[in-house]
């Protein structure tokens, strides 16, 4: 992570506890940001600046700082409510202007965070030690807002508050995230019969709204009242257990659901036994391209992060289509999608949670859906299940078709960032090797590749990835091999094995 004294960039944005995501910082924060806008012209007085949140108990104290640091800033405030993250983003880069979400994605709700988006597109990596000068400038000239707690006065408090919109209903950006996607995709889920997890997405009215005027036929959970953290990349028990459950009562074989702000697509499917599983995010990206290609749409380049399925290349490339590789986090994902775009390449990019960019434009009879250059969950998900649909075959049928590979991925949680690099820091080859010998690994090591924590691909072919994470305090363990069972006897032999020895070695 990037950081301050204050707040801190994560993968993708400023994360942190919710005891320290205080009115002050999300408010100096934010004040910063605009200052950087600023200072490269992209940002003016009375410029209109949209918000939104997700359903957290925390998000609508920290927008109420976002919205008074706009305004303060000589901007307008433009509350989008709980609009999703990538409808936020495409309503402003209508606009042209910049957006600010407050979202803590997936991680549970003792954590929260404030993802920037600038005029053109998501903040790169590039931009963030300005931003954070910017932030630092902004603290030495505070006005006197603020009690010695962080908290607002109280006085302020309730100025603030009126700035903010006090509806649920569906809003602008997510009228116009609706109408993409229905105009263009038109009724091709018909017939579908799916189960939707509502859960506390903050798009679950937007994702009704797509797929029943799409024509599917969608069987929706309760909303929930409480804030459900859900992992796309690292998909719980709990969740499984919840569609397993409705899809055997309702005879469903397709389930689908989101993270908490919307951008990251679960995609769950009954495989030829019965049994309920999920597709990860790195397949479902894939065959997001597959279906793009099949439509007609020309893709001569993907990419991908480093712990995406190497089934990816498998296929791709065997194709003709270049398979490109970066850190983890989709500012990476999206700078090297750019470069091939500005080289003349028709480019996607996705991450291993399944959010899919669109770095440009694509036609598809005659009608056009813009580029949209930052994590969305509604296009993989349509563009998969119409693709099932048009050629008449199950997910299940579909994914036997793909190179058998395999992922698995898990975590251990309250692992400190600053502990997770210094684990990283140590592994060279030598102690690697020594380690993974004394956790009883026999497998020799062929290739030790360090550009985002440290993956060891081992001569059988199998990999197994050790990373902090950026987002919040856990250590996550990725692994790929020629079956499921194996992968994840990979991450929990790397897990309760092989990281205990890392510590104590």
């Known amino acids: 992570m990037t950081s301050t004294s204050g707040l801190r960039f994560g993968t993708s944005g400023l994360r942190d506890t919710v005891e320290r995501m205080t009115d002050l910082e999300c408010y100096v924060a934010t004040r910063g940001f605009l200052d950087y806008l600023s200072s ?109 707690d962080g908290k607002f006065l109280p006085e302020i408090e309730k100025e603030a508050e009126r700035l903010l919109w006090h509806s649920e209903e569906l809003r602008s950006a997510d009228f116009e995230y609706c109408e993409r996607y229905i105009s263009f995709f038109g009724k091709c889920l018909s017939e579908i019969k799916m ?17 029943s005027a799409l024509s599917a036929e969608l069987f929706a959970s309760p909303k929930s009242d409480d804030f459900v953290p859900i992992d796309t990349e690292s998909v719980s028990k709990n969740t499984l257990d919840i569609f397993r459950k409705v899809m055997d009562e309702e005879g469903i074989d397709i389930g689908i659901t989101t993270d908490g702000d919307s951008d990251r697509p679960l995609l769950v499917y009954r495989e030829l036994d019965g049994t309920i599983t999920h597709l990860t995010g790195d397949i479902l990206g894939l065959l997001s391209v597959i279906a793009l290609r099949h439509f007609g749409v020309k893709i001569n380049s993907v990419v991908v992060p480093i712990s995406a399925n190497d089934a990816i290349q498998k296929k791709l490339e065997s194709e003709g289509i270049s398979v490109h590789a970066t850190k983890i986090g989709s500012p990476y994902v999206i700078a090297e999608m750019n470069k091939e775009i500005a080289n003349g390449k028709n480019s996607v990019a996705w991450e291993s949670n399944g959010g899919f960019i669109l770095g440009t434009d694509i036609f598809l009879n005659g009608s056009k859906l813009r580029a949209l250059p930052t994590r969305d969950s509604m296009l993989p998900l349509i563009l998969t299940l119409s693709y099932a649909k048009y050629i008449g075959k199950s997910i299940y049928q579909i994914v036997s078709e793909l190179p058998m590979r395999f992922t698995a991925a898990d975590l251990i949680k309250n692992f400190p960032n600053e502990k997770g690099r210094a684990v990283i820091e140590s592994l060279t080859h030598e102690r690697l090797k020594r380690v993974l010998h004394n956790a009883g690994l026999i497998t020799s090591i062929q290739n030790i590749n360090y550009l985002d924590g440290v993956r060891i691909l081992f001569e059988n072919g199998e990999v197994m990835h050790f990373r902090p994470s950026g987002n919040a305090p856990e250590f996550r363990c990725y692994a790929v091999a020629d079956s499921k069972k194996r992968a994840e006897e990979i991450v929990e032999f790397g897990l309760k094995k092989v990281i205990p020895l890392l510590i104590e070695d």
């Open 40 to 148: 490269i012209n992209k940002f003016t007085s009375n410029m209109k600046v949209p918000i939104a949140g997700d359903l957290r108990p925390s998000t609508r104290r920290i927008r109420r700082a976002v919205a008074l640091a706009i305004r303060d800033s000589g901007g307008i405030v433009d509350d989008q409510s709980l609009a999703s993250s990538p409808a936020l983003c495409l309503y402003a880069l209508n606009r042209g202007i910049p957006s600010i979400m407050v979202t803590g994605s997936h991680i549970p709700a003792d954590r929260n965070g404030i993802k920037f988006t600038m005029p053109d597109g998501e903040v790169m990596k590039s931009d963030e030690s300005e931003i954070l000068n910017c932030i630092e400038s902004q603290r030495k000239k505070l006005p006197l807002l603020f009690s010695n």
């Open 195 to 211: 189960f939707f997890y509502q859960h506390s997405a903050v798009g679950r009215s937007a994702v009704t709204n797509i797929f």
